[in-house]
């Protein structure tokens, strides 16, 4: 965790200090050149001693995210009792339980939703990337946009939202050079043409030579630009996945709290 702590002024706080380190007379140490043997100075000529770099907080102590885990954990198993809830949080992990097993790989919020939606809904208006793809019955597998997040890293929607940026500015630049190829795979035919029709000897050997030059740098770029329309066809399905799990939780919360409230009426009247 690096969070930059609040001042009494309300104001943000650096996140480490620089402290000197001192010899046994409480005197600065001098970081020593073992070429020159001279104490070193940095690029405006200061001279340089050693030090360390504590941090301003304690909120990177195991001790502390123990504890805080167990305080979260607490808080969860009190609301999901008081709503009748019986899934139990635990803080602990399976060795600190004492039980044998191996613990799942943790691959983040994103690798949540695809569990908890299953078969992945596609949007009712296709997204920019999503309406490039033909067939869209593999983007609707949960176990391919699991491989999907896997195999690239992506555990967060924060990292969601980088990847689908990076991949755009991708897709722009393939767009941009192939559309350059294709100008002049199109202005090379449009000018064999003419010259064949101005009665120019162009042998169909020396023709193709110089199509075929162009021709699969720019059947190339296409199939690049394709893989990235499908990546990007794939994070439009997961975010709109996860703007329709989050309303199907909140309806769900919705319902709980209804029927909290009508149990406490009948509860009430008898």
């Known amino acids: 965790m690096r969070r930059r702590p609040l001042t009494e002024k309300g104001e943000w706080g650096a996140k480490q200090k620089k402290v000197y380190d001192l010899d046994e007379n409480g005197e600065r140490i001098p970081v020593i050149d073992k070429k020159t043997g001279q104490q070193k100075v940095d690029k405006h000529n200061r001279k340089q001693w050693k030090c360390h770099t504590p941090d301003s907080t304690d909120w990177n102590s195991q001790e502390n995210a123990k504890m805080w885990r167990k305080d979260l954990a607490d808080t969860i198993n009190a609301t999901n009792e008081q709503l009748g809830i019986t899934l139990h949080w635990e803080h ?132 690049e630009q394709t893989k990235t329309a499908t990546e990007l066809a794939y994070a439009e399905v997961i975010s709109y996945n996860k703007k329709n799990l989050e309303r199907e939780l909140q309806n769900e919360s919705r319902q709980q709290n209804r029927q909290q409230s009508r149990t406490k009426r009948r509860e009430g009247e008898i």
């Open 92 to 223: 602990r992990s399976f060795k600190e339980q004492g039980i044998d097993r191996e613990p799942t790989i943790h691959i983040g919020a994103v690798a949540n939703v695809l569990e908890r939606k299953g078969r992945l809904d596609l949007p009712i208006v296709s997204g920019k990337y999503l309406r490039k793809i033909s067939d869209r019955t593999a983007l609707q597998s949960a176990d391919n946009a699991g491989k999907f997040i896997t195999t690239r890293k992506i555990g967060s929607f924060e990292s969601l939202v980088k990847f689908t940026a990076d991949k755009e500015q991708k897709y722009q630049q393939l767009e941009t050079v192939r559309l350059s190829k294709g100008q002049k795979l199109n202005r090379l035919k449009e000018r064999m043409q003419s010259l064949l029709q101005n009665g120019e000897k162009i042998t169909p050997k020396q023709w193709k030579a110089e199509i075929q030059s162009l021709q699969p740098e720019y059947d190339s770029i296409g199939k």
